[in-house]
Every structure is written in structure tokens, then in C-alpha cells.
Nanobody
């Protein structure tokens, strides 16, 4: 069993920055793929970014490319999402997710999910 807990969300003005954290506990594996998804009201889960523990390779959705950075701290079992130049369109609940499979951007292929943290960007 793996548990994921997100934190760091809040209310910011457009152009501001936030850093989200995802702490993993329980049975964890270095081969896991960790990812961030987000969900706006009435919308489906949208892929944001992912990182592969074995290679530290990263991948980003086009909508956040160049503004967001995903990183990991293995000793702390923590994944971060640094969000810069935030836009009102980034407003959503952000979720941390983990997959035991090959790197993927499909929400349905992720095995474990956190409770989410709210990010609100005012215009």
C-alpha cells in the first residue's frame, strides 16, 4: 500500500508562484512513475507533469511547459511541483499520483492518488 499526501496549494494572483509537495509513505518503489494531475470543476483529470524515479526523466503537458518544474527528493520520499507564472486557467485541484507501470500520461493507469490540494489563481 502506498499513501500520497499533497500540500502547498493556496490563493495567488496571476503571475505568482507556488510549490506543491507530495509525500509518499508505505510501500514505495524506486521504479514508480510519479505524476501531477489537476481537475477543474466539471472537468476530467488533466495531466500536468511526471517524473520517473529510475532515470529522473521528466515530461510536461504543453499547457505548463516552461512554467512548471517537477522534481523529486528520494531521501524524503517527496515529489515537488514548482509552478511559476501562474495563470487563472491553472485554477484546479492538483493531485499527486503514482504508477508501477511504464511512464504514462493517462490518469486511469495510475494506481495511487493523493487527496488533492486546491490551487486558485486570481486575475
Amino acid at each position: 500500500q502506498v499513501q500520497l499526501v499533497e500540500s502547498g496549494g493556496g490563493l495567488v494572483q496571476a503571475g505568482g508562484s507556488l510549490r506543491l509537495s507530495c509525500v509518499a509513505s508505505g510501500r514505495t518503489f524506486s521504479s514508480y512513475v510519479m505524476a501531477w494531475f489537476r481537475q477543474a470543476p466539471g472537468k476530467e483529470h488533466e495531466f500536468v507533469a511526471r517524473i520517473r524515479w529510475t532515470t529522473l526523466s521528466t515530461y510536461y503537458a504543453d499547457l505548463v511547459k516552461g512554467r512548471f518544474t517537477i522534481s523529486g527528493d528520494n531521501p524524503k520520499n517527496t515529489v515537488y511541483l514548482q509552478m511559476n507564472n501562474l495563470k487563472p486557467e491553472d485554477t484546479a485541484v492538483y493531485y499527486c499520483a503514482a504508477s508501477t507501470r511504464v511512464p504514462t500520461v493517462t490518469a486511469g493507469l495510475y494506481d495511487y492518488w493523493g487527496q488533492g490540494t486546491q490551487v486558485t489563481v486570481s486575475s
